[in-house]
């Protein structure tokens, strides 16, 4: 388990974001992450769950950020299903 540094950037909002996550999250815990600095502040807050897309391809909820094969400062867009 190692802080393992990301883009993200949630579906609506214009900023891309450093997120520091562990490399042992499950792509859940990713997208909760994101989320909190975009969603009720810059987006509006939806019902439902969260996903993770990496290059087009939606991640997982289960698959932690090493499974999916993410890199260092990879971007990696969440938004609601």
Sequence with gaps: MAL??????FEGDFVVMLIPVDDADPMSIVAEKVAHHAAGRRVAPQPGALQVRHRGQVLPDTSTVIDAGVAPLDVLQVGYR
């Design 4 to 9: 393992f540094p990301v883009q993200g950037i």
